[in-house]
């Protein structure tokens, strides 16, 4: 589809920010897509990430649908509070998610995320069912009931995620400092230089030290790996509208949950895409573009 360059300008990202109702903060939100057009999608990020690092994804689509991006609680430039302690579910993202629909007044809107993110939605979409006319998930966190009842419990024992993020350097001099540390390796393996620059952009603030921090902070971003008694299963059977999920091949987050529990429903289409990583809209954007617009046409 070729846009006339007004439309195109005016479909540029629009940088926004929202108080949430009885939340206690505000957050951030980065839109794409025509203004004047009902929202198709709201997306999830996942842990440790941001709006804006999905931004390459989105783009390319601005002249389809409307898509609404946000940076959730403890992450990029929202404010919500995040108290890591004795936090045991992801309940707070849920509960967030579903204001924000409800502040809105979005409906027969498409809920999709990534990892965290992607479950999040899910959550969202049992406490808000008339809201949401179908999910796309890209590689949701799902436990086993065996984890949960150990999260429920506070009996799961710290993974190599939690420790490896503990380490994780967190202070650089400058953000085109941590584009170039990133680049290439570790989690960043497989993503284009734009997309992690995009990632540090927003997921960095200045530092009272000096340099630049990381705006999820360590602390956060492991209390995301620990809180892990929220009702996901539940969820899946709480929700009736279509969900379309997609898991990786390698280091996945669901799939080994996915098979073990047997998922099944009618209105649920599981993908397993061969090759692919816990990163896989990174690795895959024409796989997104593809789930999102079916998922939107179908609405």
Request: aromatic share 8%; glycine share 8%; proline share 5%.
């Amino acid at each position: 589809m070729n846009e006339a360059p007004e439309n195109l300008a005016a479909m540029a990202p629009r940088f926004g920010r929202l108080a949430l109702s009885g939340r206690g903060g505000t957050v951030a939100t980065l839109e794409f897509g025509p203004p004047d057009r009902p929202v198709d999608v709201v997306f999830s990020h996942a842990n440790g990430f941001n709006a804006l690092t999905y931004r390459t994804l989105f783009e390319p689509l601005a002249g389809r649908m409307r898509i609404l991006a946000y940076d959730l609680r403890g992450h990029g430039a929202s404010d919500l509070p995040a108290v890591a302690d004795g936090r045991m579910d992801w309940d707070d993202y849920g509960d967030d998610l579903a204001m924000l629909l409800n502040q809105l007044d979005l409906s027969n809107v498409v809920l999709a995320g990534h990892s965290m993110g992607a479950t999040t939605s899910l959550l969202a979409a049992a406490r808000a069912a008339v809201r949401v006319a179908g999910l796309v998930l890209f590689e949701p966190v799902v436990m086993s009931q065996e984890d949960r009842a150990q999260a429920q419990a506070g009996e799961r024992q710290p993974t190599s995620l939690i420790t490896d993020t503990l380490k994780r350097r967190d202070v650089f001099p400058s953000k085109q400092a941590a584009v170039d540390s990133y680049l290439g390796r570790g989690a960043f393996r497989t993503w284009t230089r734009e997309m992690v620059a995009d990632y540090v952009e927003a997921g960095f603030r200045p530092d009272p030290g000096g340099g630049v921090t990381l705006a999820c902070t360590k602390v956060w971003e492991v209390s995301n790996y620990a809180a892990q008694a929220h009702d996901t299963w539940g969820a899946f059977d709480r929700v009736t509208c279509p969900i379309h999920i997609l898991c990786a091949e390698y280091a996945s987050t669901s799939r080994s949950a996915l098979q073990r529990g047997g998922l099944a429903g009618a209105n649920i289409r599981l993908d397993y895409i061969s090759g692919a990583s816990h990163f896989l809209p990174m690795e895959r954007p024409d796989l997104v573009a593809d789930a999102l617009m079916q998922a939107v046409e179908a609405k």
